[in-house]
């Protein structure tokens, strides 16, 4: 696998050039960010693609939390009640993650809590079944933005580790705003600390998401949608879709032994 460090930029769909990761303040409103950045594919100079998950605003972040106790998981397919694909994960933790915990115990159980409520829509609907097996304790170094978090991530804590994914866990402040990041369609994504077990949950579903080629949309009811909503947690759309130009239940079909 290439380096997924950035040095030198970033291109978007349209070929223009960004020294650096577009972030919200730079636009004259949330919504400018958005009808720009959200459904935009960037690319590294190594030309590996990837979207960016924002934060939520104040407004957004009290409306969610108040629906995040209210979820409800969905799943489309049915072929998953046959086969099964088993993903192994890796779990590189930073230290500011790892601060958050009284002990390793309560750190690893987190984790895999995290990562198996993430995969239950995705087992139940296509036979996805991510186990936790492996961890690294990686002390993050406040890289510039998310995609060289990313890359620490993945350089610092030893890859893949032998493992199908990786799904590394960090707290880090210093990295920009997003809240998480896949390479579309490689085993390698990065969730933030962010809330609740449910919030974190449907981050790594989102990421997982994005492992298997899914892109964002406009359904309002899918968990691929531009801004995190745990409402949608569980839910793909399974239709052909206009924002995104998939049908994210048909793709996970297609790519569900693609670990």
Same mark, same amino acid.
């Given at each position: 696998m290439a380096p997924l460090l950035s040095q030198g930029g970033?291109?978007?769909?349209?070929?223009? @050039?960004? +020294?650096?990761?577009?972030?919200?303040? %730079?636009?004259?409103?949330v919504a400018a960010y958005d009808?720009?950045?959200?459904?935009?594919?960037?690319?590294?100079?190594a030309g590996h693609a990837f979207q960016l998950d924002r934060a939520w605003?104040?407004?957004?972040?009290?409306h969610f939390r108040m629906l995040s106790g209210f979820v409800a998981q969905g799943s489309q397919g049915g072929s998953g009640h046959g086969l099964r694909a088993t993903v192994t994960t890796h779990h590189p933790v930073d230290e500011e993650y790892r601060a958050v915990f009284?002990?390793?115990?309560?750190?690893?159980?987190?984790v895999r809590k995290v990562v198996e409520r993430a995969d239950d829509a995705l087992e139940a609907g296509w036979g996805i079944n @991510?186990? +936790?097996?492996?961890?690294?304790?990686? %002390?993050?170094?406040d890289g510039d933005d998310i995609v060289e978090l990313l890359g620490e991530a993945f350089l610092e804590g030893g890859g893949l580790a032998q493992q199908d994914m990786m799904i590394a866990f960090s707290a880090d402040q210093g990295s920009g705003a997003e809240i998480g990041i896949a390479i579309l369609g490689?085993?390698?994504?990065?969730?933030?600390?962010?809330?609740?077990?449910?919030?974190?949950?449907?981050?790594?579903?989102?990421?997982i998401g994005h492992c298997y080629t899914l892109v964002h949309c406009c359904d309002s009811h899918?968990?691929?949608?531009?801004v995190l909503d745990p409402a949608a947690f569980g839910s793909f759309h399974a239709y052909q879709e206009s924002c995104s130009g998939q049908n994210h239940a048909d793709v996970l079909q297609q790519q569900q032994n693609r670990y």
């Open positions: 970033y291109t978007d769909s349209r070929g223009e @050039l960004w +020294p650096e990761l577009p972030q919200v303040e %730079d636009f004259a409103s009808a720009r950045v959200g459904h935009e594919v960037f690319r590294t100079p605003t104040p407004e957004e972040e009290r009284p002990s390793r115990y309560a750190l690893r159980q987190h @991510l186990v +936790p097996s492996t961890g690294y304790a990686w %002390d993050s170094e490689l085993p390698v994504a990065l969730v933030k600390r962010y809330g609740t077990v449910t919030t974190e949950a449907t981050i790594c579903q989102h990421e899918c968990v691929m949608q531009a």
